[in-house]
Structures are given as C-alpha cells and as structure tokens.
C-alpha cells in the first residue's frame, strides 16, 4: 500500500512538472505572437480603372498572392504539421469589407494586421519596397473579387511550433522589419534596379531577401539555392526558365517547375531580362 502511495505521488508530480512546462512553452509563444507593432500610416487610393485592376491581378501573381491565397484570393489551407502548426491563409475580398486601403498596405508592407499583431507566413519583409502604384494596383484587384463565402478553419501554432517560435528559430515577419526605415526608390531606366526590385517581389520568399538560398531550409535536399547560380545562364535560357521551371539540363526543379509557370510566366520579356541583369550584376559583384 505504501509502495503505491509513492507512485501515485510520483506520477502526480510527473504530471504537475509536465503540465508547468507545457504552460510555460505556451505562455512563451503566445507572448512573442501577441506581440503589437507600430508603423507609418501611408495614404493609398485604389483605382476602379479596368487597365489598373488587369495589372492588379498580373502583379498578384508575380508576387504570389494568387499561389497562396487562391485563384479567387477567397483563402485556403496552406500547411500543417501535428504539434507545429495549422496555416490558413486569409479570405482577402472578405477582408476587403473592413480593410481600408491603408490597413491593406500596412498589411502587405510591414506584416502588421489590423489588430497590430504580425501576419504569420506572408513574407512582407519582401514587399516593403513596394511601389505605392504597384500595391494599389494590387488592392484595387483584391476589392473587385467577391467573397465566396466560404468558411476556413483558423491559424493554429500548437506547442512545438510555440517552442520553436519562443527560441526565434521562426521570428513573426513585423519583427523583421525596420517599419521606420525610408523605403528604396527604384530607378526603373537601369535594369539592374528595376531587376533587384523584382527580385525581392518574386524571388525573395523562396531565396531569402539577400538571395542567397531558404534561410530555414540551408543544406536540406532541394532547397532553394543562392541565386548566384542564374549568372550561369544566357538571356534566351534564363527566359526558358522563368517561363517554365526547366534549368540548363532539363533537370526536375521541383517547385519551381510549378512557381514558374503559375507566377513567373506572367512576367514580361523586359521584366525578365531586368531580373536577370540584376542577377548577373550581383554575382559579379560577390566574385570582387
């Protein structure tokens, strides 16, 4: 009797120590996910003009919104992962119905939602750059789409996802940006500027934002590379490939294959060569 006594005093502290833990691990995420951010307040009209919202919808293609929002940007699932975490992207026509164009902008620019907490998995630190007529262009095409009504379940980060977020293995994007900070003016004229400004809409998410290779995924099979490898390619390949995923080789490129079909075609043949001239430039450079 006494021998059982013990064990269920020991389980029960097994489970009391276990519990605090677990609390703690929660507590821990939820503080980093609460957290409330600050950032300018920039004035931004939308146009109801047929040639803007066209190139709208171009735009969002390129920079992804259509790939992880949907076709109809009504919102879908994205990912999950048992213990980490459940991605849920969001239904923007029907955000459309209580965003103003400036929360849509602080949004897409600075990762800030309207409660002021950080957007998770949108990469923003790669549109802060972002032209005001590019962004409007890119609104004025969200709120000519109509909600579907359709109903999806809700971002979940579980407890491992909790415990890798309190360890800033994944920081939330707001935390990333310097909100404060001018933002880079492009010169259009010079294709080396206007290719490094797309390549921070386009390549940026996969690549990181000094393109050199997935921060989260270095030296896992298939992950995606630095892209000083493009200044390997010719004019005419580098095109082929942006237009359709298939490298010097014919070799499997995995998600690009689909990237470049679904975003990258939409890209015109200036728009292309820019990225590639900006490509080429910054590998000569890194070989100084």
């Known amino acids: 009797m006494r021998l059982r006594t013990v064990s269920i005093y020991a389980v029960a502290a097994i489970l009391v120590v276990a519990g605090s833990v677990y609390a703690a691990i929660w507590l821990l995420g939820e503080r980093v996910i609460s ?43 994205f990912g999950e992962a048992p213990f980490i975490y459940r991605s ?10 209580t965003y103003t164009n400036e929360d849509f902008a602080r949004a897409i620019r600075h ?18 750059d972002m032209r005001d007529e590019d962004l409007s262009a890119i609104i004025s095409y969200i709120r000519t789409m109509p909600d579907k009504g ?18 800033g293995l994944y920081p939330p994007e707001a935390s990333q940006i310097e909100h404060f900070k001018p933002r880079r003016v492009f010169d259009f004229a010079d294709p080396v500027q206007h290719g490094a400004y797309l390549a921070a809409l ?16 270095a030296g896992e099979p298939g992950a995606s590379p630095d892209l000083v490898v493009a200044s390997g390619y010719q004019r005419e390949e580098f095109r082929h490939l942006m237009r359709t995923g298939e490298p010097i080789g014919g070799r499997d490129l995995r998600l690009m294959d689909d990237v470049a079909r679904d975003r990258f075609a939409n890209l015109t043949d200036v728009e292309i060569d820019a990225l590639h001239a900006f490509l080429v430039d910054r590998a000569h450079r890194l070989n100084e």
């Not at 920039?42 to 969002?60: C, N, Q, Y």
């Not at 998995?121 to 790669?126: D, E, I, K, L, V």
């Not at 359709?150 to 360890?167: D, H």
């Open 35 to 77: 957290r409330k951010y600050q950032s300018p307040w920039t004035p931004l009209a939308h146009s109801t003009d047929v040639p803007v919202i066209k190139e709208g919808k171009r735009l969002a293609a390129v920079a992804g919104c259509s790939g992880c929002h949907g076709d109809d940007l009504n919102g879908e699932r």
């Open 202 to 217: 386009a390549c940026a998410e996969c690549h990181g934002l000094n393109f050199t290779g997935d921060p989260y995924a």
């Open 150 to 167: 359709g109903k999806l379940p809700t971002n979940e980060l579980y407890i491992l996802g909790r415990l890798e977020v309190s360890q």
């Open 111 to 128: 990762g800030i939602k309207k409660n002021k907490k950080s957007v998770i998995g949108m990469p923003s630190p790669a549109f802060y």
């Open 88 to 97: 849920v992207t969001s239904n923007l026509p029907r955000l459309a119905k």
